[in-house]
């Protein structure tokens, strides 16, 4: 089983920056991709950003040229580094895990959730 830890989160002006951490436990064999995801009140989930091992980087166009993502492999984590915060950047930031464990079957994993509040 693989678990996901996030922090990070907080509350921040417009204009400000905030990096949020996840970090993977368990029987983590390898790593295929990960992502985060976000949740503003009243909307669907969509993706933030997304990074796979094959060193494909996906962002979202709202996002592009303001937030980075990025990963450490020693430590199993992924970050997410937003910086020029906007209101709109308001949400639930989730992380997103893919991968294989070491009994060989693949996992899917969500973290718990992270709130950003971007306000004045």
């Known amino acids: 089983q693989v678990q996901l830890v996030e922090s990070g989160g907080g509350l921040v002006q417009p204009g400000g920056s905030l990096r949020l951490s996840c970090a993977a436990s368990g029987s983590i064999f390898s790593i295929y991709a990960m992502g985060w995801y976000r949740q503003a009140p009243g909307k669907q989930r969509e993706l933030v950003a997304r990074a796979t091992s094959g060193g494909t980087t996906n962002y979202a166009d709202s996002v592009k040229g303001r937030f980075a993502i990025s990963r450490d492999n020693a430590k199993n984590t992924a970050y997410l580094q937003m910086n020029s915060l906007k209101f709109e950047d308001t949400a639930v930031y989730y992380c997103?895990?893919?991968?294989?464990?070491?009994?060989?079957?693949?996992?899917?994993?969500w973290g718990q959730g992270t709130q950003v509040t971007v306000s004045s």
């Open positions: 997103n895990i893919q991968g294989a464990t070491l009994m060989g079957a693949d996992f899917h994993s």
